[in-house]
């Protein structure tokens, strides 16, 4: 545990993904919003394209369906 700088909160640790000053952190923390922005927007764009001809309302049928099966999602690429 550790005590914030601010408000002198106890804090508690569960990952660190970078140490630094204040700048140096806001610029990681923008680089990592970046990048699961990118992977949300192509997530997105191949849902999207896997709904391509899917009759409204039965999107729930592609979890079952044998040809989405072998089919590598964005996320699984990573």
């Excluded at 990592?32 to 009759?55: I, Q, T």
């Amino acid at each position: 545990k550790w005590s914030c700088k601010l408000c002198g909160e106890k804090q508690s640790l569960l990952k660190e993904y970078g140490r630094g000053s204040g700048a140096d952190c806001r610029r990681h923390v923008q680089k990592l919003n970046a990048m699961r922005g990118a992977m949300m927007e192509d997530l997105l764009k191949w849902f999207s394209n896997s709904l391509e001809g899917v009759p409204r309302g039965t999107e729930h049928l592609l979890l079952a369906s044998p040809s989405l099966r072998g089919t590598v999602s964005p996320l699984q690429q990573r």
